[in-house]
């Protein structure tokens, strides 16, 4: 059974910067990507950033420059370093890694931009 854990999130002051991670237990193999998806209230899920197995990595376009989107393969952890927050990134993040037969997401974690 596949599991992923997030970790990270909270409350932040507008400017500030938050990291979040998520590692996946058990037994998990051939990863393709990572990525970080994002559901505001009353709006869909959007992706938010995607690295591939190869290290290339992509971004929303609200987020380049100011997200980081980094994996470990190693220990099957993805992470995203999230500095400038404005109100609007407020959102639950959840990961996703897929691999060539499955997608895997995790539980969420919010993250409130706010003064």
């Known amino acids: 059974q596949v599991q992923l854990v997030e970790s990270g999130g909270g409350l932040v002051q507008p400017g500030g910067s938050l990291r979040l991670s998520c590692a996946a237990s058990g037994n998990i193999f051939g990863i393709y990507s990572m990525a970080w998806y994002r559901q505001a209230p009353t709006k869909q899920r959007e992706l938010v950033a995607v690295i591939t197995s190869g290290g290339s990595s992509n971004y929303a376009d609200s987020v380049k420059g100011r997200f980081t989107i980094s994996g470990d393969n190693a220990k099957n952890t993805v992470y995203l370093q999230m500095n400038s927050l404005k109100s609007e990134d407020t959102a639950v993040y959840y990961c996703?890694?897929?691999?060539?037969?499955?997608?895997?997401w995790g539980q969420g974690t919010q993250v409130t931009v706010s003064s």
């Open positions: 996703n890694i897929g691999t060539r037969t499955s997608t895997y």
